[in-house]
DNA sequence: CGCCGAATCATACAATTGTTTGAAACAAGT
DNA sequence: ACTTGTTTCAAACAATTGTATGATTCGGCG
């Protein structure tokens, strides 16, 4: 319980996050762990029981670290919910294209993604779900109450989708884009695009409630 | 070398192209893949050589077989490109959530594209760029001719976005979503959200273009 | 039939891996 | 100084996994 013990334990808990990453969950192997943290082999188990224990709580530390990183917004009331859209995705795209030092990150997110885990149900109730209710209901301030919820749904996975492609399918984005184009592609300017393509959209389906064309 | 031989290292070519693609190749066990492909332990490392050998080989497999039903769709002349565009959009969805069966083949590619190695390009070059470019002229014919190559691009890689995501997220969106509506999530029911979403914003954006606002 | 090469089979082996164990080191309280 | 509870350590254990082996079966050919 000392400071010693949280010492390792994270020690531990950081070095399982990269070899993770790395090598994905089956691949990963506690002793490399171990080695890699400078910790006892039997050190996984004492601390956290068994290998998938501490995958878990070190996938749950990469989120809560990316996090801190960039804090959720939090706006004044009477905010323009068009303007806390393009924040909400703003953060979410700094958050997903961080500094390369904590880019294991997004590497073990996208690993959960493809494959989920037992970690997955945990992460999705702490971390994902708050972000897409909060999606969802600045959408709500948006778009015409003859919106279903099912209709809000996709349209909040598609908004996240487009963000997560920016980060997950990066490799492939930089093989289309011209090199001078790819080099402007940060947090900020994707973001800008995302928001207002988003609220284009938006503009359209108000327009067509308008008009009263239903397709 | 009769079609019995044939036939059990062509049969444990397609098992293992599934199972990799379940488990990815560290998980998946040649036990397993034997056990599904009912052959004995052995045959693996009698026909291939070993475990390394048989993921090439069937890799190489599902590439071979993918370029089979890649059929560019082709519109007789004077097509609505809002047509066109919710057909490619199907076309892409229809593929990437094929029954399993069939779809092993994308699961696989996935799992490359995730760790870029040199089949990364020749995957973007045969198999992506295309797609790429007719999602890119459809875009065109849509959108006032003010829209500018860089933003084309971007709108692109968010209708891939989309689609990508409600493939590879599929396990979290299952998680975010009640059960009886995530179980319409097919392919034509997806494909008509998206393709209706980015017609909305093409709307939006000829009303903002037509206005003479510019945000 | 008798023989031979190819293919399949049950089984064994060696290496790796997650997990356990019991002792030793350590810190802190009394 | 002694005790107590916690943490670390080296070693071992049991299960899994890739691979190898030797016997067996099968199909065709002289």
Chains 1, 2 share one sequence.
């Not at 800008?192 to 359209?204: F, I, K, N, P, Q």
Request: hydrophobic share 40%; glycine share 6%; with cysteine.
């Amino acid at each position: 319980m000392s400071s010693d013990v949280d010492d390792t334990k994270l020690r531990l808990l950081e070095t399982a996050g990269t070899v993770f990453a790395e090598k994905g969950y089956r691949a990963a192997t506690v002793r490399e762990i171990c080695q890699r943290a400078s910790v006892n082999l039997a050190a996984v188990n004492y601390h956290f029981g068994d290998k998938e224990r501490l995958y878990i709580e070190s996938v749950k530390r990469a989120h809560f670290c990316r996090g801190q990183h960039v804090p959720p917004p939090s706006w004044p009331d009477g905010t323009a919910p068009e303007d806390k859209l393009r924040d909400v995705i703003r953060a979410i795209l700094e958050r997903m294209l961080a500094a390369p030092d904590t880019a294991w990150h997004g590497q073990l997110m996208m690993r959960e993604l493809q494959q989920p885990t037992a970690a997955c149900a945990e992460l999705v109730r702490d971390y994902m779900r708050p972000h897409f209710d909060l999606i969802r209901s600045i959408l709500v301030e948006l778009l015409p109450d003859s919106i279903g919820d099912d209709k809000l749904r996709l349209i909040a996975f598609g908004i996240v989708g487009q963000c997560l492609h920016f980060r997950l399918g990066r490799a492939i984005i930089g093989m289309l884009t011209p090199p001078e184009e790819f080099r402007r592609y940060q947090a900020g300017y994707l973001a800008e695009h995302v928001a207002s393509w988003t609220l284009a959209a938006v503009d359209g389906l108000r327009l067509r409630a308008e008009q009263g064309v239903d397709r």
